[in-house]
């Protein structure tokens, strides 16, 4: 006789609390609607009626009102009386961003990424060794080599000698300095797919994990359409897509600058884009070709490539389109710049970044 199956019941963190449920909910649509408050409350209005988000005990104004008692949100100045996220929204929306696509991570003071040179260590493992001359005395391993000693020389005869100590093996961890060049031209609205919202998530997310995880290592973003330009961290919810072309060139002569002024040797780019480089400006005018691979735009684009490999800059790409040209173009792109890239859906982006920002090569160093 075949009965009931039951699954193990995982209770809903936020299932009395219906301003925390809400919340979740405005959350996501503020991204989607660049940061627009009257729009968000406007969906989430309707979900509500669909719905049925509330009652009569806790009602969308109740709603409303805990948003700006909470400081979630805020007028816009005195004389707009529109409201705009706070500060601390745009921080709620970069956490929310790093648990849907990282998970929950922990702060931590160093930075962790391993490299292929060896150095004195910061982050001990579980292996020891006995101490070797140059050795750290921070890594001193002690209950072991007090332990050590008791055995070689007894109780009545303690003594420690150099024989006696052992150290933890560490592994050496790299700083990094990286650049997230972000796509916003029109292709990626195009085709009723909406690439940007799931663009945004990913650099909120890596934008948390670098500064809550890794401190010491930098993160410069920067949008390219036409043109390229920098923006900071808490411009991310706003991030529009334009009426524009794709200028690659620009962005990465931007990336360039960014990290020349980075003394840090360990640096990186990332770039998330659905298309091939369409636009380049001479002087205050633009070259445009839309159609096919132009090849005067394509080999601008693959020299930066081979001038980055020679910097020793290596440059991810992450292409979240997979059309046969394009993608002979990335792999064109990626050889001349000996970096790596990825064919990604949208669902996977996230994790693809994240992986390849903590991938590293390194072995155990002493």
């Known amino acids: 006789m075949i009965g009931w199956r039951f699954s193990e019941f995982i209770p809903d963190p936020n299932g009395g609390n219906p301003f925390e449920r809400l919340l979740k909910l405005f959350k996501e649509l503020l991204i989607h ?9 406007s969906w989430l209005t309707e979900l509500d009626k669909q719905y049925k988000l509330t009652d009569e005990n806790y009602g969308m104004a109740d709603f409303i009102q805990d948003l700006i008692d909470k400081g979630y949100i805020r007028p816009q100045d005195a004389q707009n ?11 709620a929306l970069r956490q929310k961003a790093l648990e849907d696509i990282f998970g929950q991570l922990k702060k931590s003071k160093r930075g962790n990424h391993n490299t292929k040179f060896g150095g004195k260590g910061d982050e001990h493992t579980a292996d020891r060794r006995p101490y070797e001359f140059g050795d750290s005395l921070d890594k001193l391993a002690i209950s072991e080599t007090l332990r050590n000693a ?8 303690f003594q420690l000698t150099h024989d006696d100590l052992e150290v933890h093996e560490t592994l050496y961890q790299s700083q990094m300095s990286t650049v997230l060049m972000i796509d916003i031209s029109h292709s990626m609205i195009l085709y009723g797919e909406d690439r940007i919202t799931p663009a945004k998530k990913v650099a909120m997310a890596l934008a948390e994990l670098i500064t809550t995880r890794y401190p010491k290592d930098t993160l410069d973003i920067l949008v390219f359409g036409n043109d390229a330009w920098e923006i900071k961290i808490k ?14 060139v620009a962005g990465l002569e931007l990336a360039m600058e960014m990290l020349r002024k980075r003394r840090n040797p360990n640096k990186q780019i990332f770039m998330i884009t659905d298309g091939k480089p369409t636009c380049l400006k001479r ?3 633009y070259y445009k070709n839309s159609f096919g691979l132009d090849r005067k735009i394509v080999n601008r684009t693959l020299g930066l490539a081979t001038r980055c490999r020679k910097l020793q ?22 050889k001349a710049n000996n970096g790596k890239a990825y064919y990604s859906s949208l669902q996977g ?18």
């Open 33 to 41: 609607t660049s940061g627009n408050v009257s729009e968000a409350l």
């Open 81 to 91: 009386p529109n409201f705009v996220p706070s500060a601390k929204m745009e921080i």
């Open 150 to 157: 008791q055995i070689n020389h007894g109780i009545d005869d």
């Open 235 to 248: 411009d991310l919810p706003y991030l529009e897509v334009g009426p524009y072309h794709t200028n690659t």
């Open 283 to 285: 002087g205050k005018k």
């Open 313 to 334: 800059i290596p440059i991810t790409t992450f292409m979240i389109a997979r059309d046969p040209y394009l993608v002979r173009f990335v792999d064109q792109f990626t």
């Open 349 to 366: 982006l996230g994790e693809f970044i994240f992986m390849d920002y903590k991938k590293n090569k390194g072995k155990r160093h002493r």
